[in-house]
């Protein structure tokens, strides 16, 4: 992380400002890396590339070959260990009162699927982590790709019995739609308890000897 950030002129005092394609998940991602190592001031352009481009505003294709520069401390040591859950934590929050937030499609959290269409990485099992609860990413971004408002993404978690003063844990198949649940959740409605689970359906599908769930919760 540290040569990503010196290589591409980023020092601490830096501002960054990410954005991505499909509704900014892979700009989340990178946010929650950046939150992790503890770079102060990282920001989600609302929206992404695509509503950027859709409303006609600038772009270039000129090359950009910034200087390296120094980063201060070496931040390879995560500023923020609380973000981030590893499978070490999954296990040792099942069974307990910490909730589960599973953000894929119906189908993958169903085990119907084990990977989105058209993604060529997946997991041998399919299912969810026992007693998650599926909550599409997509629901916290209105169809022109921006956040919805607090007041509504407020409301999305609250109908799902998820508050802010539970302990959550978020994943999805490879950690990145689960970044943007994480970012609504920890940034954007200020929960004091999240953690991303990056290893996601791919690590826990493929490990041996966990358990998982099949179908709807409580057999639904």
């Known amino acids: ?71 201060g401390d070496a931040p390879d040591a995560p500023a923020r260990p609380a973000v981030r859950a590893a499978r070490t934590d999954v296990r040792a929050a099942l069974d307990t009162d910490t909730k589960f937030v599973d953000v894929r499609l119906p189908e993958e959290f169903r085990g119907e699927i084990t990977k989105p269409p058209g993604s060529n990485e997946g997991a041998m099992r399919g299912g969810h982590i026992p007693g998650a609860t599926n909550v599409f990413w997509a629901e916290n971004v209105r169809p022109n790709g921006l956040f919805k408002s607090p007041e509504e993404l407020a409301a999305v978690y609250e109908s799902r019995g998820i ?55 409580d057999g639904g």
């Not at 003063?165 to 970044?179: L, N, Q």
Request: proline share 6%.
């Open 163 to 217: 508050t802010p003063e539970d302990d959550i844990i978020v994943y999805c198949r490879i950690g990145e739609r689960s970044s943007v649940t994480w970012f609504v959740l920890e940034e954007l409605l200020g929960y004091e308890h999240v953690r991303h689970y990056d290893g996601s359906w791919t690590e826990w599908g493929n490990m041996i000897g966990v358990p998982l769930e099949v179908g709807e919760p």
């Open 1 to 71: 992380m540290t040569a990503f950030l010196e290589s591409s002129g980023i020092t601490e005092e830096t501002t960054v400002v990410i954005y991505g394609d499909n509704r900014n998940w892979f700009a989340a991602h990178l946010y929650w890396q950046l939150a992790y190592y503890g770079h102060p001031d990282v920001r989600i352009m609302d929206g992404g590339r695509e509503y950027w481009t859709e409303h006609d505003y600038p772009t270039t294709t000129d090359p950009v070959d910034p200087p390296a520069v120094a980063y």
